[in-house]
């Protein structure tokens, strides 16, 4: 039967499979699965299946998302249904979509009901909610991780391929790895917060759980865009995801600074996880992450308490023992800072923002961490609330407030087949190159889906030409992947299509007083010059003239032909500029150079 986005939309297409079928389906799974505590708003059954009918009878089959059923956490809203942020006395029922629930409905994806979660998407547990804990997938008696708890044991228990989680601390990714699905955490302001309840409204981001990083960024293609309604939505490239980036620098913790708490099963998966990466064509370097783990501290120790205090003020006021014991503690913690406190905060944070940025400019592309350090018992946590649950957040807390975006995907079985996943990180932007690397790697680990037992899909190859609203850019030198110019090409939403070469009429010169060093390649007669290594990439139209801007002499951009004998835009060099420079042409490419020059030292 069909399980994933791609699946179900192909059999819906085919017509061996029925919207309404496909919505009958997931509810006798709610029922066959029978967790009390998964939804707190489970739609009327007849309601959805008139719904997938309606749409049957559009015979609009071509709708991104046709007849796929999917689940809301309960502090997003859907019209008609109450929005509880698992608070019933803050409850309320909206009387429209929040923006990205309403670009899923227009694309043919049916809402199925609310999903369960930590009361106020205050904290990474999945326990703290009056509706009841929901069940992780692979042993009850283990936490689900949250907040977005539900949301994330929907996808795994198969019950919908989708869901929409929030994400301010760690919410989208945490129960990710705890049930072996992925989590896509987007850059701030590309999915519009428009109705939300919002934890920090500053930080919130609506994330998407899926069993495949495919559906995940099918159903982002939908959600995603700016918003007018949302004063933190952003104009942000989405771009595509595109082939596997080689040579991408992914940094990691110096063994120092891997944090565990003892768990020798998360210890040996990330390793693993580590290995898996450097096969896959992957550069592992070593950092110091301790500016990450500075910053992840600030989160709950500065203004971004009062900020969480702020939805829940009336009834901290009113009726405070209405809100969760926990949570109520945590957010009272929220109303003692002052305007100096925050701004105190506020300087630091701007401090530790340079530090990201030139270790993301000039050390890394990426970051590859584990998604969480350990996994908790409910009873473990029931018995120390604050102290596990800041513990699950030891390498999530810190990138919401960084602006990164992250890519939660599984990784590995431990010892006891418990789930263990790693997330890849990146600068603001980047979501596209995140799922090029994501969607490999997770294709590779040959899991299963979820708590499924079933196989993962064959991953389908990506068209290596650009999109209609693309341009594709030939790069030969420091643009190249993993060298210190290719950021320029991530943050605007390029991604690579294919690694390939020139034909045979190019020659290559190392350039004199560039910094970074960088080659010129120069178009010659036939026969007199050789192939060179090149990357083809795709960038947004919309972000090509910022790209060419940034070009000085003798550099330029012309039309450089390829292997294939096709052309397209590249990097070329004017003949004067080569007065002077090597010829490194026999070569065959300027990694080959940097790694020859390397050796000579």
Same mark, same amino acid.
């Given at each position: 039967?069909?399980?994933?986005?791609?699946?179900?939309?192909?059999?819906?297409?085919?017509?061996?499979?029925?919207?309404?079928?496909? =919505?009958?389906?997931?509810?006798?799974?709610?029922?066959?699965?029978?967790?009390?505590?998964?939804?707190?708003?489970?739609?009327?059954?007849?309601?959805?299946?008139?719904?997938?009918?309606?749409?049957?009878?559009?015979?609009?089959?071509?709708?991104?998302?046709?007849?796929?059923?999917?689940?809301?956490?309960?502090?997003?809203?859907?019209?008609?249904?109450?929005?509880?942020?698992?608070?019933?006395?803050?409850?309320?029922?909206?009387?429209?979509?929040?923006?990205?629930?309403?670009?899923?409905?227009?694309?043919?994806?049916?809402?199925?009901?609310?999903?369960?979660?930590? *009361?106020?998407?205050?904290?990474?547990?999945? =326990?703290?909610?009056?509706?009841?804990?929901?069940?992780?997938?692979?042993?009850?008696?283990?936490?689900?991780?949250?907040?977005?708890?539900?949301?994330?044991?929907?996808?795994?228990?198969?019950?919908?391929?989708?869901?929409?989680?929030?994400?301010?601390?760690?919410?989208?990714?945490?129960?990710?790895?705890?049930?072996?699905?992925?989590?896509?955490?987007?850059?701030?302001?590309?999915?519009?917060?428009?109705?939300?309840?919002?934890?920090?409204?500053?930080?919130?981001?609506?994330?998407?759980?899926?069993?495949?990083?495919?559906?995940?960024?099918?159903?982002?293609?939908?959600?995603?865009?700016?918003?007018?309604?949302?004063?933190? @939505?952003?104009?942000?490239?989405?771009?595509?995801?595109?082939?596997?980036?080689?040579?991408?620098?992914?940094?990691?913790? #110096?063994?120092? *600074?891997?944090?565990?708490?003892?768990?020798?099963?998360?210890?040996?998966?990330?390793?693993?996880?580590?290995?898996?990466?450097?096969?896959?064509?992957?550069?592992?370097?070593?950092?110091? +992450?301790?500016?990450?783990?500075?910053?992840?501290?600030?989160?709950?120790?500065?203004?971004? =308490?009062?900020?969480?205090?702020?939805?829940?003020?009336?009834?901290?006021?009113?009726?405070?023992?209405?809100?969760?014991? +926990?949570?109520?503690?945590?957010?009272?913690?929220? %109303?003692?800072?002052?305007?100096?406190?925050?701004?105190?905060?506020?300087?630091?944070?701007?401090?530790?923002?340079?530090?990201?940025?030139?270790?993301?400019?000039?050390? +890394?592309?990426?970051?590859?961490?584990?998604?969480?350090?350990?996994?908790? @018992?409910?009873?473990?946590? %029931?018995?120390?609330?604050?102290?596990?649950?800041?513990?699950? $957040?030891?390498?999530?807390?810190?990138?919401?407030?960084?602006?990164?975006?992250?890519?939660?995907?599984?990784?590995?079985?431990?010892?006891?087949?418990?789930?263990?996943?790693?997330?890849?990180?990146?600068?603001?932007? *980047?979501?596209?190159? !995140?799922? @090029? #690397?994501?969607?490999?790697?997770?294709?590779?680990?040959?899991?299963?889906?979820?708590?499924?037992?079933?196989? *993962?899909?064959?991953?389908?190859?990506?068209?290596?030409?650009?999109?209609?609203?693309?341009?594709? =850019?030939?790069?030969?030198?420091?643009?190249? @992947?993993?060298?210190?110019?290719?950021?320029? !090409?991530?943050?605007?939403?390029?991604?690579?299509?294919?690694?390939?070469?020139?034909?045979?009429?190019?020659?290559?010169?190392?350039?004199?007083?560039?910094?970074?060093?960088?080659?010129?390649?120069?178009?010659?007669?036939?026969?007199?010059?050789?192939? #060179?290594?090149?990357?083809?990439?795709?960038?947004?139209?919309?972000?090509?003239?910022?790209?060419?801007?940034?070009?000085?002499?003798?550099?330029?951009?012309?039309?450089?032909?390829?292997?294939?004998?096709?052309?397209?835009?590249?990097?070329?060099?004017?003949?004067?500029?080569?007065? $002077?420079?090597?010829?490194?042409?026999?070569?065959?490419?300027?990694?080959?150079y940097l790694a020859q020059a390397k050796v000579a030292e």
């Amino acid at each position: 039967m069909a399980e994933t986005v791609l699946d179900i939309l192909a059999a819906h297409r085919a017509g061996t499979l029925t919207p309404s079928e496909t =919505v009958a389906r997931t509810y006798a799974r709610i029922r066959a699965h029978a967790d009390p505590a998964l939804f707190i708003t489970l739609r009327d059954e007849a309601e959805a299946i008139a719904e997938a009918r309606t749409l049957e009878k559009s015979g609009n089959k071509d709708l991104p998302l046709y007849g796929v059923p999917f689940a809301v956490k309960d502090n997003i809203d859907v019209a008609g249904l109450p929005t509880t942020a698992a608070c019933p006395a803050f409850g309320f029922k909206p009387a429209h979509d929040a923006t990205a629930v309403a670009r899923l409905r227009a694309a043919g994806a049916i809402v199925i009901g609310k999903t369960n979660l930590d *009361q106020f998407a205050t904290g990474l547990v999945g =326990v703290r909610s009056p509706y009841g804990v929901p069940r992780n997938t692979f042993d009850p008696e283990l936490v689900p991780g949250g907040s977005s708890s539900g949301s994330a044991t929907s996808v795994a228990a198969g019950i919908v391929p989708f869901s929409l989680g929030t994400d301010t601390a760690g919410s989208g990714r945490v129960p990710a790895g705890f049930n072996n699905i992925v989590g896509l955490k987007p850059s701030l302001g590309l999915i519009s917060t428009h109705g939300l309840v919002p934890a920090c409204r500053t930080l919130d981001c609506i994330s998407i759980f899926a069993l495949t990083v495919d559906d995940a960024w099918a159903a982002l293609g939908v959600a995603s865009g700016y918003d007018a309604a949302d004063s933190y @939505s952003r104009t942000r490239p989405l771009g595509h995801p595109g082939a596997m980036p080689p040579h991408v620098k992914l940094g990691v913790p #110096i063994p120092g *600074q891997r944090l565990f708490f003892g768990d020798k099963d998360y210890e040996a998966g990330y390793e693993a996880a580590l290995a898996r990466l450097a096969k896959l064509g992957c550069d592992i370097v070593e950092i110091d +992450v301790e500016p990450f783990y500075e910053t992840a501290r600030l989160l709950y120790e500065g203004p971004w =308490v009062a900020e969480r205090a702020i939805a829940a003020q009336k009834l901290l006021a009113s009726d405070p023992d209405a809100i969760h014991p +926990v949570t109520r503690e945590i957010t009272v913690g929220g %109303l003692r800072p002052t305007a100096m406190d925050a701004f105190a905060a506020f300087y630091k944070l701007e401090r530790l923002r340079r530090v990201s940025d030139y270790i993301f400019a000039h050390q +890394v592309g990426a970051l590859a961490l584990p998604t969480a350090p350990t996994h908790y @018992s409910v009873k473990q946590v %029931l018995a120390d609330p604050i102290t596990l649950n800041s513990r699950l $957040g030891t390498y999530t807390n810190f990138v919401n407030l960084l602006d990164l975006c992250g890519l939660a995907l599984p990784a590995s079985l431990t010892s006891k087949s418990l789930p263990f996943g790693i997330t890849l990180l990146a600068p603001g932007g *980047q979501d596209a190159r !995140l799922a @090029s #690397i994501g969607r490999v790697f997770h294709a590779d680990t040959r899991l299963p889906l979820g708590a499924l037992k079933e196989a *993962q899909p064959t991953l389908q190859a990506l068209p290596a030409v650009a999109a209609e609203d693309e341009i594709a =850019v030939a790069v030969v030198g420091a643009h190249l @992947s993993g060298l210190p110019l290719n950021h320029e !090409l991530t943050s605007l939403g390029g991604r690579l299509l294919e690694a390939t070469e020139t034909a045979p009429d190019y020659r290559l010169y190392a350039l004199n007083g560039t910094a970074p060093a960088k080659p010129g390649l120069l178009r010659v007669s036939a026969g007199e010059g050789a192939a #060179i290594e090149v990357e083809v990439w795709a960038l947004p139209r919309a972000a090509f003239g910022t790209f060419i801007d940034r070009i000085g002499t003798p550099l330029s951009i012309g039309t450089v032909t390829l292997a294939d004998g096709h052309g397209v835009k590249g990097f070329l060099c004017e003949a004067a500029g080569i007065s $002077g420079a090597r010829d490194i042409t026999k070569n065959g490419g300027w990694r080959a150079y940097l790694a020859q020059a390397k050796v000579a030292e």
